[in-house]
């Protein structure tokens, strides 16, 4: 690339754009003749480059040839976090431990959650206080999006939620609940916590049968059975089951051990991890912007109808 020319550059960009040499022209005000005079050797006036180059989103560097062409963030974002997971995997051989790369992503995350910030004109190295620390977080709210992250060893996480304003995002998430109702239901039982806490101890491909989980917990066998049929009575769906089982055959009897998707697992985490943040707020915030203006639900009226299902009925 570094040996083209102005002319050649310029060709190849217009017909990559798929316009004429008329359009090109139009749009900077100049003759057809003049930019079939720059595509055969000659160069436009030194107030026209940056146009030319807004048109077809590159550097006047790169019209002249001596860069490469500009690359958007997201490619160069990508390109950086595949170069530090290739690096990790180089290091240590393993493909499960990416400790450089997770420090990468952390570090991407606090740049959008401080980046929000319109007052805010530098990168500032994201804080994780020790757990003897008062607890901290940092929070972006606004009419379309929340993030929050934990600042602390014991709550470091990070929540992004879409909330279009032309959807229901955030209504759909209270209707038809009952199977998170159960849910909810189940883990308000601490035998039940103990029991997915076992369930989740597990490694890939590991299972238990009720009679080891009920000795490894302490918790009566009865009381194990039940508990495992519940939880695979509300997460039964057409995708992945979070609680998988299969049957244990022997020359005795045939047996159901239990264990769980370690890709759904992440999910549990990030719920109960959540519901501490929520039942142990912290104490203060970093960073914290709150420019919502709309509630968080519509108000239902009465009869528990909106007012647009009660517009529709009259029609």
């Keep these: 690339m570094a040996n083209n020319s102005f002319s050649t550059t310029l060709q190849m ?23 079939s ?35 958007s963030f997201e490619q160069m974002v990508f390109e950086k976090v595949r170069e530090v997971s290739i690096d990790d995997y180089e290091k240590s051989g393993r493909i499960d431990e990416h400790k450089n790369f997770a420090k990468l992503i952390k570090n991407i995350i606090w740049a959008i959650q401080t980046g929000s910030w319109v007052n805010n004109e530098h990168y500032w190295e994201r804080p994780t206080d ?18 929050y992250a934990g600042l602390r060893e014991d709550n470091d996480f ?3 939620l879409h909330d279009p304003t032309d959807k229901n995002v955030l209504d759909d998430l209270f209707q038809n609940t009952e199977k998170v109702e159960a849910l909810f239901q189940l883990l308000s039982d601490r035998e039940n916590i103990t029991i997915m806490a076992y369930l989740y101890s597990l490694e890939q491909g590991e299972y238990a049968g009720i009679d080891t989980i009920a000795k490894a917990t302490g918790i009566k066998k009865s009381k194990v059975e039940a508990t495992l049929k519940e939880l695979q009575r509300i997460t039964t769906g057409k995708g992945v089951k979070p609680i998988k089982f299969v049957r244990e055959v022997t020359m005795e ?31 203060g915030y970093s960073m914290q912007m709150d420019c919502r203006r709309v509630s968080w639900l519509k108000k239902k009226q009465s009869g528990g109808k909106n007012e647009d299902e009660k517009r529709g009925r009259k029609k």
């Design 253 to 283: 009897k045939e047996n159901e051990i239990y264990g769980v998707d370690s890709v759904v697992g992440g999910l549990f985490m990030g719920l109960m991890m959540i519901a501490g943040e929520y039942v142990d707020a912290p104490q």
């Design 158 to 160: 990070y929540l992004f």
């Design 37 to 71: 005079k720059w595509e055969n050797g000659s160069y436009p006036e030194g107030d026209l480059l940056p146009r030319i180059a807004d048109f077809f989103e590159v550097s006047i560097d790169y019209l002249y040839g001596r860069t490469d062409r500009d690359k």
């Design 13 to 35: 960009l217009r017909k990559e754009r798929k316009v004429t040499q008329e359009q090109l022209a139009s749009h900077l005000g100049v003759s057809p003749q003049a930019v």
């Design 130 to 147: 020790p757990i003897d620390y008062p607890k901290m977080a940092s929070a972006v709210v606004d009419n379309v999006f929340y993030s």
